[in-house]
């Protein structure tokens, strides 16, 4: 009986345990498409500087064939981290509050972005998560990859 006991025991600290782990961060923007190249070398120079960012915003971006946006637009970070070539980061322009094509976060020269309807700010360098709050939500972020060329990005989700 002891055996048991102590069995029973064992077993349910280690299902405490293995349940304390940090939540994941929910996802609440609908799903599109992003498949966008970035190429620091003409347009995109702006991102070439540590702490810039540049907004393409579905409908007031021109894109080519076969190119997406994501669900309200990108907001592409060139991060503080100095590397041999730009470390970029890419976020949805939409607020994950209010979950609208139509309401966008706005980014600030600190770093931070700001919604332009509920009024919360995103900390864009700490993969945009919200900031004065407990929060499991975060602005939508996608992958940045480099290719052979150092000055050519693809934004990909």
Known sequence: MKKIKDIL???????????????????VIPVEQVN???????ADQILRTPG???????GKYPVLVGEYLGY?????????????????????????YEALRSVLVKASDDGN?????CGRIYNLMEKGRVIS?????????????????PDVFYVTR
């Open 52 to 58: 810039n960012s540049k907004e393409y915003i579905n």
């Open 36 to 42: 966008f190249k970035l190429n620091l070398a003409y």
């Open 72 to 96: 309200g637009g990108l907001l592409i970070v060139n991060s503080f981290y100095a590397t041999d070539r730009p470390d970029l980061l890419a976020y949805d322009l939409s607020c994950p």
């Open 133 to 149: 709050e407990s929060s499991d939500l975060h602005l939508q972020r996608y992958s940045v990859s480099p290719t052979s060329n």
């Open 113 to 117: 972005a700001k919604c332009s309807k």
């Open 9 to 27: 025991i064992i077993g349910l600290l280690m299902f405490i345990a293995s349940s304390c782990g940090k939540e994941e961060e929910r996802n």
